[in-house]
């Protein structure tokens, strides 16, 4: 974003001006917030930040409300756009840890922005727990102070939001965990970065949402046939591991694949022809009759890994559909199995669309020995890095579910609930993103919608969802998506 504001400024705009906007939409959220003619007290920073704040409060007092404010460090230290912002307020200037917060109708924090890089110490960590602790609802400018602003992290301690209001563009730390927890609803301001600018710096980077995929969503026409939507192959693990891989077939003949078919071991036959119905079943005996099945090209995407067993069969089988070429989902078991050989898929997956989904504990597992792919606190770059080890799409699971591809382009999910925290609940994600796989869509965009419908058929059920439930939610996400 420093950037933006810098390219901002070379076209003409002075960081003054982009400074006294950005004060001005804190004033005027502000004014939205606060009673009118109330007491509103603003904790500035030495830096950006608070000269965001030095304006939006000369703003308020203009305005008739009963402006504080305090600084954190001494006027003297302030330098460039911060200081021509402190001249234009013309009332006192306390310390900001000693502002009397709980006397507020609402607190303004400008103490920190994105440039925020160490732990919150001394003055201020005492400036931040006197706010939080005051009670008041609190308006975070830019973001809220303590949270890492590319990780969202929280920087020691941070403040705990009611409202943020941000400049131009969200930034990573307004959806990555836990800096979305702290920020409550986020409004941004237009202050006049052109969106040619922003999406210089950061277009490949996105709030995963409809408008990202809805263009690839397989809509069938009048003349189309099952065989032209596809037909998924999911490999089920043994006689008492089957229901993982039967959730995954459902959410994919949910989704629109045109056919499903179920591939298990001989010993699982029985067990799965009892329970599957519009699902086919076939018999494979492990690698060699994976690779038997998938002699048929019209088997055209693949879901490994739930349930299949943590083994070399499964590593075994992975091979099979790696040489297939098919477009492939991996999960589970699939991944668990190369802990430790992570250097066996380097580059993998350069060959044929493929999306690895790993929650945060599989891919620590996974990618064991590989400091570089764990080390970076960013989900988002943990995700972006794997993606390019491996080639593949990378689905790192959670409140904040992030899709990494490997050409650098990432989403970040908004809509998860926690509805979702149930048994099976990724065995579906799989079927669902494998199934648009099989409709032809490409793997970031498959992933990316099977991440936001999977999300929004747990909310739309709520309370006492099962893994069983969500397949059955998908046609309305799907109806009111294709409206």
Partial sequence: ????????????????????????????????????????????????NGGDGFVAAALLAERSYQ???????????????????AKGWIGEVGRAEDLRFYE???????????????????????????????????????????????????????????????FAARKPCHL????????????VADIGISRKTLEARGGALFANGSALW???????????????RGHTLVASGGATRTGAARLAARAALRI??????????????????????????????????????????????????????????????VAVAVHARRSLVLDADALTSFEGLASELHGAFRHA??????????????????????????KLERARRAAAFTGAVLVIKGADTVVAAPDGRAGINENGTPYLATAGSGDTLCGLIAGLMAQGVPAFEAACAGVWIHAEAGAS??????AEDLAEAVPGVLRELLR
């Fill in 353 to 378: 669309p493929t999306v690895l989904t790993p929650h945060d504990g599989e891919f620590s597992r996974l990618f064991k020995g590989h400091p570089d792919l764990l080390d970076p606190a960013s």
């Fill in 176 to 187: 990555l965990m836990p800096g979305r927890a702290y920020c409550g609803p986020v409004e």
């Fill in 461 to 466: 059920f709520g309370p006492g969802l099962i």
């Fill in 256 to 317: 629109g694949s045109g056919l499903v078919t179920v591939a298990s071991p001989p010993e699982a036959l029985g067990v799965n022809a009892a329970h599957l119905t519009a699902i086919m079943l076939r018999g494979c005996d492990g690698p060699e009759g994976l690779n038997t099945i998938l002699q048929d090209p019209r088997f055209n995407a693949l879901v490994l890994g739930p349930a299949l067993g943590i083994h070399a069969g499964t590593r075994a089988m």
């Fill in 67 to 85: 402006v504080s404010l305090g600084l954190l460090g001494s006027s003297d230290r302030l330098t460039g756009d911060a200081a021509e912002a």
């Fill in 104 to 166: 507020a109708d609402i607190v303004i924090d400008a103490l920190f922005g994105t440039g925020l890089t160490r732990d919150l110490e001394a003055r201020a960590r005492i400036a931040v727990e006197r706010m939080n602790a005051s009670g008041r609802p609190i308006l975070a400018v830019d973001l809220p102070s303590g949270i890492d602003g590319e990780t969202g992290e929280v920087r020691g301690v941070a403040v705990k939001a009611a409202r943020t209001v941000t």
């Fill in 1 to 48: 974003m420093k950037q933006a504001d810098r390219e901002a400024i070379e076209s003409g705009i002075p960081g003054l001006e982009l400074m006294r906007r950005a004060g001005r939409a804190v004033a005027d959220l502000a004014e939205k917030l606060a009673s009118a003619g109330g007491k509103i007290v603003v904790a500035a920073g030495p830096g950006q």
């Fill in 214 to 228: 809805t263009h690839v969503l397989p809509r069938p026409g009048l003349s189309s046939h099952k065989y032209e």
